[in-house]
């Protein structure tokens, strides 16, 4: 026996209307979602550590997400998890024509824009006739990379600018209007405007060709490095971060960057 046709059958057991797992057994698509986007943030996480032994045992936890859902919807009918990887394969099949095709497919497959034009042809075998430009975006995406794919939707059918001047001097505006929703003191307002800079920045980013998410994230890290690096002179000077002034924890900020 295969070990996923183990895990399968493990993943059946704890569903078992009599002598499954309670917890499991209560579950359905909405309340393992959120355990489904940890698993694969924590993936992410390995990764950016570079722990192998770690993206081993979160690769089996995201896997296990996976095997979850196919269960509840084999249990309702639809579909089983052979019908997952099967659907995955395929999709891999047709849209990698420069491996898996005949000769012509593959040259036509390894030109230019080959891969954006097999996902539009796809695009429009699924397409309702009344569907909307940015439907099927997932609401569940990190906003600034949702963000990014609503703005590059609306760029299909021309609603952009023409280059990363429009955007920038965007900025610009958005940030007066946020000086002014703050001079007014309307904290909605204030959210809404901060709302409206975050989404300009992250158009600028996708004009500059720059991940907006990865972006963040090095700076993210960049920061946790460094502020790191203040608390360890602090212990090392015997004080607490806590203790100095703005000007003391400025001086330190200035020596961790250097």
């Known amino acids: 026996?295969?070990?996923?046709?183990?895990?399968?059958?493990?993943?059946?057991?704890?569903?078992?209307?009599?002598?499954?797992?309670?917890?499991?057994?209560?579950?359905?698509?909405?309340?393992?979602?959120p355990y489904t986007l940890e698993e694969a943030y924590e993936v992410a996480?390995?990764?950016?550590?570079?722990?192998?032994?770690?993206?081993?045992?979160?690769?089996?936890?995201?896997?296990?997400q996976v095997v979850f859902h196919a269960r509840l919807a084999e249990e309702a009918g639809a579909f089983d998890f052979d019908a997952v990887a099967a659907a995955i394969t395929d999709k891999l099949?047709?849209?990698?024509?420069?491996?898996?095709?005949?000769?012509?497919?593959?040259?036509?497959?390894?030109?230019?824009?080959?891969?954006?034009?097999?996902?539009?042809?796809?695009?429009?075998?699924?397409?309702?006739?009344?569907?909307?430009?940015?439907?099927?975006?997932?609401?569940?995406?990190?906003?600034?990379?949702?963000?990014?794919?609503?703005?590059?939707?609306?760029?299909?059918?021309?609603?952009?600018?023409?280059?990363?001047?429009?955007?920038?001097?965007?900025?610009?505006?958005?940030?007066?209007?946020?000086?002014r929703a703050r001079a007014a003191g309307d904290a909605s307002q204030v959210t809404e405007e901060l709302g409206d800079l975050l989404f300009t920045v992250a158009n600028l980013a996708r004009h500059l060709e720059v991940?907006?998410?990865e972006a963040l994230a090095r700076a993210n890290r960049k920061f946790e490095r460094r502020f790191r690096r203040m608390e360890e002179a602090a212990r090392t000077a015997g004080v607490r971060l806590a203790e100095l002034s703005p000007e003391a924890l400025e001086a330190y900020w200035e020596a961790a960057k250097s």
Not at 4 to 32: H, N, T, Y
Not at 149 to 160: I, P, Q, W
Request: net charge negative; glycine share 8%; with cysteine.
């Open 1 to 33: 026996m295969s070990e996923i046709q183990k895990l399968l059958e493990v993943m059946a057991r704890l569903r078992d209307p009599a002598d499954g797992c309670p917890w499991d057994r209560e579950q359905d698509f909405a309340s393992i979602a």
């Open 45 to 64: 996480d390995a990764i950016a550590r570079d722990d192998l032994a770690a993206l081993r045992e979160e690769l089996g936890d995201l896997l296990f």
């Open 93 to 179: 099949v047709r849209r990698h024509p420069h491996v898996f095709g005949t000769p012509e497919e593959r040259a036509r497959g390894a030109e230019p824009g080959a891969w954006e034009r097999i996902k539009a042809e796809e695009r429009r075998g699924k397409e309702d006739p009344g569907a909307g430009a940015l439907d099927g975006i997932a609401l569940a995406l990190p906003a600034l990379r949702r963000a990014e794919k609503l703005a590059a939707r609306a760029a299909r059918v021309g609603f952009d600018w023409p280059d990363a001047d429009g955007p920038r001097a965007k900025l610009d505006e958005e940030l007066a209007e946020l000086d």
């Open 211 to 213: 991940d907006a998410e």
